[in-house]
């Protein structure tokens, strides 16, 4: 992976283009990480350095309080337009099934709290170069 395909990946992101995101996303984790790094933690902190070139465009936080707990990972936008993100982490076998229960983590525990405008809720499951994702987008304007 490269900068350019980084900088396209978050740009993918930012439009929420939930699918080229996704697709290099997986090529980045096929290619950078190791089969025994299978630890949830290590994609959380690979992530987590690549979000340090958004800084400019975005408050970049992790293992912050929000709601009811801690995000992974939270992206609060500086920019009109510009939606904020949050990334929950998990790892394990069952990708199908923790992709959702770190999208539901997200959702039940309110980790949007105090963002505005657009936020992506983005759950990412890994299991050694394998990965799989669950997300939506809330209008915070909408709520209550």
């Known amino acids: 992976i490269n900068n350019q395909s980084l900088s396209k990946m978050f740009d993918y992101l930012i439009k929420k283009d939930m699918k080229h995101f996704f697709a290099l996303y997986k090529d ?3 290619s950078c990480t190791s089969y025994m790094d299978a630890k949830e933690n290590a994609y959380h902190m690979l992530f987590l350095g690549m979000c340090m070139t958004l800084q400019g465009a975005y ?20 920019l009109a337009g510009h939606p904020s993100i949050i990334v929950e982490f998990k790892q394990g076998e069952e990708l199908e099934i923790l992709k959702d229960k770190a999208l539901k983590q997200i959702l039940d525990n309110r980790y949007y709290t105090g963002l505005s ?21 809330i209008d915070m304007t909408t709520l209550s």
């Not at 408050?59 to 500086?78: C, F, H, P, Q, W």
């Not at 405008?117 to 987008?137: E, F």
Request: with cysteine; glycine share 10%; aromatic share 4%.
């Open 28 to 30: 980045l984790v096929i």
């Open 59 to 78: 408050k970049v936080t992790s293992n912050i309080e929000a709601g009811y707990g801690r995000s992974d990972i939270t992206l609060e936008s500086k």
């Open 117 to 137: 405008g657009d936020v992506v809720c983005v759950g990412m499951a890994h299991d050694k170069k394998r990965c799989s994702m669950a997300y939506c987008t």
